[in-house]
């Protein structure tokens, strides 16, 4: 790895070498995990270089290239597996100067990928009253870049399902790490090549993705009195297909009585929370299915404001805004991602919520279309006490049945399913033949032999101190 040749030859660009800001850079939320905390705090790139185009993006990878420099890609930094940390060093590629909306049409946007999920809603409301189908909660801060490449889906899937599902991303444009970069063009199936491989087989640098008509959503939170009432008023809301709706969350309580300062004042001990969007002419449909449930009472609506205090955006509690909230106020909380398949969803998570001592494992609910049923992402808040019985949690999901994207893990891999993505594995041998993008993410890279046993650790990481 010659750095210092790497810099010189691409001191033209736009280069940060100040170690404050490269560390800064360097990081993303993975302090959520007391696991990856303690395996990651020390991580630094050397450099960062912020392209403005594609082809500096292409000089930046030839000279890396040429030079064996790591390059780790950067949108905002926000992904919680600490999929942005460069787990050896080198370069940080921050695509902070290509956030161009390039185009907006009908039904599709065309867009470079450091742009903000807010400023690409923005753009393609102004222009023709459209807006992108689902965004990850970090709306305000993440990268359609980063969203692709980094997260699964969020607001939006309770109707549109999750980014891998097929139509989600339309076509990806992606540059190859070789000695002369190649620029290829993605979709239908070879799209799964590159989304969520974390940066690890390409540089995406241009996007097309689907858009549906842009609504003023009513924002809601409602109350009920038992959680079984809670689930499944989000089970069959997520059922109706004729209520518009954009976010379907549900929190046990004690989350909302906790941990959400503005809301907690409007509800009562022990009860359950649901933070919802209906589209403005799915109101009254959504106002029968209510009353049709006389346990349920809303107590927030954006549309009638009646709170001294603003709660600000619901979906600002949801997906992994409810764990961010919760560790401001309890630095011992973490959580688990888990899969409530259809059509056992609701016995799923009652089973698991039996597992558990009381206040151990909280239920944050998020409800998901996926192969044209209604199912529930779970994004548990967990009290942690060690990574042993971190471990054993886990493992009582899995034996009640459900799959578990373990957020305590660094690589692709162990995030996932557990198996090795061949196409990812194959477009890597191809794109990336020195394994010089975001190393240590891909482990059927690096040890094809791992039996996933126990956590992987990276035979290459820096070394702390
Ligand atoms: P980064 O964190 O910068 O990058 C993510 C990954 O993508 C990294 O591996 C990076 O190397 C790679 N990457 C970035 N840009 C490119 C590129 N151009 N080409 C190739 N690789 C690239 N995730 C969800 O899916 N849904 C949610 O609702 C959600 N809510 C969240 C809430 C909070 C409070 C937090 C902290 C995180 C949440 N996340 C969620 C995780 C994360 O915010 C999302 O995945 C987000 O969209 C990542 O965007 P980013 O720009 O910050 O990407």
Redesign the pocket.
Known sequence: MNIAAAKAALSHLELDENPVSVRAKSR??FW?SPVLKARLDHITADFVVAPRNEAEVIEVLRACYAHDVPV?????????YG??MPLVGGCILH?KNMAAVVGVHPGRVIVQ?GCLLKDLDAACKAHSGQEIRMF???WA???I???I???????GSCTWGALRDLGNIIRLRVVTMEAEPRVLEFTGEELHR?SHA??TN????EIEMPLAPAYDWVELFVTTQTFREAAQFAADLGNEPGILKKLITVFEAPIAQDYFQRVAPYMQPGQHLLALMIAPHAMDGFLTFTARRPDARIIWRTDWPDWQREPGPVFEYG???T??RALKVDAQITYLQVRYAAPDHLARVEAVRAAFPPGEVMQHLEVMQEGGQTMFAGLSLVRFTTEARLDEIVKIHEELGCMIFNPHRYTLEEGGRQTVDDRQLAFKREADPKGLL?PG?MIAWDDPDFDFAGVYAYARMQVAG
Do not use: C, E
């Not at 390409?202 to 640098?205: E, H, N, Q, Y």
């Open positions: 993303d939320f959520y780790t890609t950067r949108g905002a930094g926000t992904g919680n999929q942005a695509m990928p990850s909660s970090t801060t993440a990268t870049g980063g969203f490449a980094g997260g699964s889906g969020g607001v590159v974390y940066g390409g540089i995406i640098t997906w992994n805004h764990t961010l975001n993410k």
